[in-house]
Structure formats: structure tokens, C-alpha cells
């Protein structure tokens, strides 16, 4: 899949690095806005006891732990991202938590593993895959680390259109903001599923499977919504971060105009809709 004309990968993944470095713990803290993907993921991935499991882009490990619980006594989960604060958040929840035995934390880039072929029975990569410049590439790598017949499960943003949890705030930006001198990749790029079932065709992956995932994230005010998409988007918040304060106030303030379209039945706060593929597919 092709990047963005003048796109310089190498600083993109600088960017991004720095970002979820940023926004470690707050991401972590955001998680139960995203708990029913998660855990259709999880599912989908059909854990086991004794299994060797990747978690890919892992951040504050939100996946691995739930994993490394399905897997005990005898499996092991490694978690593994670009963003070492991102694993640092991870391991101190995984010991406050006692899962720690079975999970292990190592930084990585998913386009280049240093793991061996064929040494895991399933590799998870939650909310990633559009955000690698070459995303074949790590497709290619999570095939190579999985024995054959193992499984992957990823998820990744559906349409645009229909994921108002990040667009209303893109929207928002792209209106007050001047456009980035070198366009981002999109984080819907798959959001088509015919995209992702190429991409992992490609990739030498079978039985493909591609299901839908609804979930509403409901926030008090738009204060809130604001706060949630910063902490969810590590690239945007390293970016805006670098904002005068007086930018960043009217951001804020012009996002609640656009979340009107949103607000709860009750007039109490908004409900925000977001629509998640989970694909599953096998090496
Ligand atoms: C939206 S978070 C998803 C975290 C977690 N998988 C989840 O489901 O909540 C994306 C993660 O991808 C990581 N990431 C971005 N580019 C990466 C790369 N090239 N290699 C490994 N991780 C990367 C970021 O640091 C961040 O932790």
C-alpha cells in the first residue's frame, strides 16, 4: 500500500514514538472507552492455555495482560512496541496486576522483528496496522513469527464516515489548522475491508476473516471527547502539543459545535459511535 508524496517514514515513526511516549499513561487510563474491541479481539484470537502469544504494537499492554491470563499456567505472552514508555507503563500495571511471570515486555519495531520464524501460536496487533508506513512489510514479519497454522487477529479503524470517535476531531483540525506539510497516512486506510483482505492475501495469510465491531463511547462534555481523542492519537498529540495554548483553546472550544450531532437522547453529554474490523486470519 502506497504512503503520502515527500513522506519520510523514519520521522513519521520518530513522531509517533515520541507521541505514545507522551501519552503512555493516559492511554492506559482511556482503555474501558475501548473495552468491547478488545475483547472481540481477544476472542477472536481463541487463546489457550499453554499458547506462545505476540502482542504487536502492544502500548500499555491492554491486550498481553488479558492475554498472558488466558494462556496460564504454561503459556507466555511478549508484548512488544516502538514506544519503550508505552512498555514501561505496561510492565508496572502487569506487576501491580501479579501477571507478570508470563509476560514479558520488549521494545520493536513491527516492521522489523528480531524474533525468530515460527516461534508463536498467535500474534495480536490491536489499533496498529494503519499505523505503519509499510504495512505489508509487518504483515509479512507477524506471518514469518507464527508457526504455520497459527493465528493472527489485528483490528483496525472501519470507514471514516462511520467513525465519528476520531473524525469529528480530524474534522476539527483540518478546518482551523493549516494542512501538514507532508500528509499522514490515513488511520482509516483499511477501513475498507477489501484493503485488508488484500493486504493480508498478500501477505500469505489464509481463511480470512473479517467481522464488524460496534461500540459508542459516551463522554460528559466535549472537553472530555477532546481529551479522549488526544489520548488515543499519539502522532496528533505530539503534533498539537507543539501548538501556542491560545491554538489549542480554540480547538477545544470549536469541537463542541461539532458534536451536536451527538449528543446523548438524554441532553446529558455525547454518544459517540465507532466502527472497528477485527480480521483473523491464518499463517
Ligand atoms: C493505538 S495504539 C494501540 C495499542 C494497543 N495495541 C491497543 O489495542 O490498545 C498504537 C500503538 O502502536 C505503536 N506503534 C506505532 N508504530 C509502531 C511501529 N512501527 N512498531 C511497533 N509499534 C508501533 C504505538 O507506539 C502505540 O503504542
Known amino acids: 500500500m502506497s504512503t503520502p508524496a515527500g513522506f519520510d517514514p523514519r520521522r513519521f515513526k520518530a513522531q509517533e514514538r515520541a507521541g505514545f511516549n507522551r501519552i503512555a499513561a493516559r492511554y492506559a487510563e482511556g482503555a474501558h472507552l475501548r473495552a468491547d474491541l478488545a475483547t472481540a479481539l481477544l476472542d477472536a484470537a481463541k487463546l489457550a492455555p499453554g499458547q506462545r502469544v505476540l502482542d504487536l504494537a502492544s502500548g500499555p499492554g491492554l491486550l498481553a495482560r488479558e492475554a498472558a491470563a488466558r494462556v496460564a499456567p504454561d503459556g507466555w505472552v511478549l508484548a512488544s512496541d516502538i514506544a519503550e514508555g508505552m512498555l514501561a507503563e505496561g510492565a508496572q500495571r502487569a506487576a501491580d496486576e501479579g501477571c507478570a511471570d508470563t509476560l514479558s515486555f520488549a521494545a520493536a ?86 484493503a485488508l483482505v488484500s493486504a493480508l492475501t498478500t501477505a500469505g495469510f489464509s481463511d480470512l476473516r473479517i467481522e464488524p465491531c460496534r461500540f459508542t463511547c459516551h463522554f460528559a462534555d466535549s472537553e472530555s471527547y477532546w481529551q479522549a481523542f488526544l489520548d488515543l492519537a499519539g502522532g496528533a498529540a505530539e503534533a498539537l502539543s507543539r501548538l501556542p495554548e491560545a491554538t489549542q483553546v480554540t480547538l477545544r472550544a470549536a469541537v463542541t459545535g461539532d458534536l451536536e450531532a451527538h449528543r446523548s437522547a438524554d441532553g446529558a453529554g455525547y454518544s459517540v459511535d465507532a466502527l472497528a474490523l477485527v480480521a483473523i486470519a491464518q499463517a
Open 109 to 194: 519495531d513491527a516492521e522489523h522483528l528480531c524474533l525468530p520464524d515460527a516461534s508463536f501460536d498467535r500474534v495480536l496487533a490491536g489499533l496498529a496496522l494503519f499505523m505503519f508506513p509499510h504495512p505489508q512489510q509487518a504483515l509479512t514479519e507477524m506471518r514469518r513469527v507464527l508457526r504455520p497454522g497459527g493465528r493472527l487477529a489485528l483490528s483496525v479503524w472501519g470507514p471514516r464516515d462511520v467513525v465519528p470517535l476520531i473524525s469529528r476531531a480530524q474534522d476539527c483540525i483540518a478546518r482551523l489548522l493549516p494542512a501538514p506539510k507532508v500528509p499522514r497516512p490515513s488511520v482509516f486506510r483499511f477501513g475498507d475491508a477489501d
